[in-house]
């Protein structure tokens, strides 16, 4: 079983690979086969998601007990959410399937170990 220190290590580990996508976002939609011609605006998306990840990540790796505590409520959220959105978009057919399943496998290892990390 995973301790809360593993589990925060693991979502600092995920938010910390996402917010790379602010350097190549590009690369990280082929790697989620986004076309990226199809929509002009989807890398400046992608940036803006990968800032929001670098910031949670900063909260997360803070020496201050209550600001990663409070990192990892709101990350649960954040990661429900966009769980939800990948989900709802691959339904519709919006992004590919594949796609839609990584997404959703990544988002919701994420939000289990953002509970398992909060219960310490």
């Known amino acids: 079983m995973l301790t809360a220190d593993q589990a925060r290590t693991g979502v600092m580990a995920i938010r910390g690979a996402l917010g790379s996508g602010a350097l190549f976002p590009k690369v990280w939609m082929r790697i989620f086969r986004i076309d990226p011609t199809r929509n002009e605006a989807l890398p400046w998306a992608g940036r803006l998601y990968a800032s929001r990840e670098l910031a ?65």
């Open 56 to 120: 949670m990540l900063a909260a997360l790796a803070s020496d201050d007990k209550k600001e990663r505590e409070r990192a990892l409520e709101v990350g649960v959220a954040l990661n429900a959410a966009d769980t939800a959105t990948m989900a709802i978009a691959g339904f519709r057919k919006q992004i590919p399937a594949g796609s839609a399943i990584a997404s959703v496998a990544l988002g919701a290892a994420s939000v289990a170990l953002g509970l398992i990390a909060k219960r310490g």
